[in-house]
């Protein structure tokens, strides 16, 4: 690094942790907490939504509007991914070189058992976090990463043929993807049309127990559905990079 | 406890930023930048803590106990799984750059466009 970028560089961390510091220096202590829109969202989400887990309830309910941007970054992302990573492959499948009949590369064989053992509980695992994010720790985010994991461990076994298969469905999972997004978005819509108001909780909210919180439950159903989705793309176009650039 | 989460906040913003200005690879630079990305995950939590407050689920609490903000919790957590996926675009690119100018080193790289 040449002396004037040094100088750039000094320059810009002080200023960026400065201001950090600046910034922090107006907050309140740890623990003295004592805002009162959390305080109201926390309180009002049993009462007004039927459910339980606050932190759901603002993601998908009060605060849905917010996560539907959130979603968008997700869904443009994973599209970008498959758009760059695709026109590369093109490429290499037009040079005449051909990836081969089925690439073949096998992993070791205690790894495919483990693989395959887990998938099925991990899978459940996945589907019980996102339907009861209203209940329980959860919700449509963190079983849709689950969701993913119980595909990915098929891979961890070194099936790179799997890996190749998959690649002939992924049209299959991009378009789950938006339907997902898509999904998501119809939920805003409902509640405009049936209340005027953009995602306004719409459906019956009953009394908190299983199937409550209104449309809660299917926003994460929505959302799960999309980071699987989302993921599944990203790692079955990355691990083909990987299986290009190993022959 | 009192400004310390803050200086946790701080130390791994100053930390990232540090590794982003002086990486010399572009695998290294994105994680660099989820380090910083670390920072406001912190920063988020501690700014929500209240003390002796319990989680925001009130499933076998009384709805009148003290909870911690959920906003800020819900906040981290689209952030964490969005991250994830930038993540995933940054490397698609470093792969592209690669495979174009056979190097993740940003230097070598504007000398070969120049």
């Not at chain 1, 119980?150 to 891979?155: E, S, Y």
């Amino acid at each position: 690094m040449n002396r004037s970028r040094k100088v750039a560089a000094a320059v810009g961390l002080l200023l960026v942790i400065g201001g950090f510091v600046w910034g922090a220096t107006g907050l309140h202590k740890f623990g003295n907490y004592n805002f009162r829109y959390g305080a109201i969202v926390a309180k009002d989400s049993v009462p007004d939504r039927a459910a339980v887990n606050s932190v759901v309830v603002t993601a998908f309910d009060y605060r849905a509007f917010d996560t539907l941007g959130e979603e968008f970054i997700l869904f443009i992302s994973v599209l970008s991914v498959g758009v760059l990573l695709r026109r590369m492959r093109e490429e290499h499948e037009s040079d005449g070189d051909d990836v081969g009949p089925e690439p073949t590369m096998r992993g070791s064989e205690s790894m495919r058992w483990l693989g395959a053992a887990l998938a099925a509980p991990v899978a459940l695992l996945a589907l019980e976090v996102i339907t009861h994010g209203t209940l329980t720790p959860g919700g449509g985010f963190q079983g849709g990463v689950v969701l993913m994991s119980a595909v990915a461990f098929t891979f961890l076994g070194g099936e790179y043929a799997l890996v190749a298969r998959l690649r002939g469905s992924a049209t299959w999972l991009e378009v789950s993807e938006s339907v997902a997004a898509a999904a998501f978005a119809l939920l805003g819509l409902g509640g405009l049309i049936s209340t005027g108001i953009f995602f306004e909780n719409f459906i019956y909210k009953g009394q908190a127990g299983l199937l409550t919180g209104g449309f809660i439950p299917l926003a994460n159903i929505a959302v799960g559905a999309e980071v699987a989705a989302g993921f599944l793309v990203v790692i079955s176009e990355l691990l083909y990079q990987r299986l290009l650039s190993s022959d | 406890m009192g400004i310390y989460p803050y200086i946790v906040a701080a130390w791994l913003l100053g930390v990232g930023l540090y590794g982003v200005i002086t990486s010399r690879n572009y695998v290294h630079l994105v994680i660099c930048l989820t380090v910083m990305q670390a920072s406001t995950y912190v920063l988020l939590l501690s700014v929500g803590y209240v003390t002796g407050g319990k989680a925001p689920i009130f499933a076998d609490i009384p709805t009148t106990s003290s909870v911690v903000d959920p906003v800020v919790q819900a906040l981290s957590l689209t952030d964490v799984v969005v991250e994830a996926t930038v993540v995933a675009l940054l490397l698609a690119l470093v792969i592209q750059a690669n495979k174009r100018y056979r190097t993740t080193d940003p230097d070598r790289m504007n000398r070969m466009t120049d």
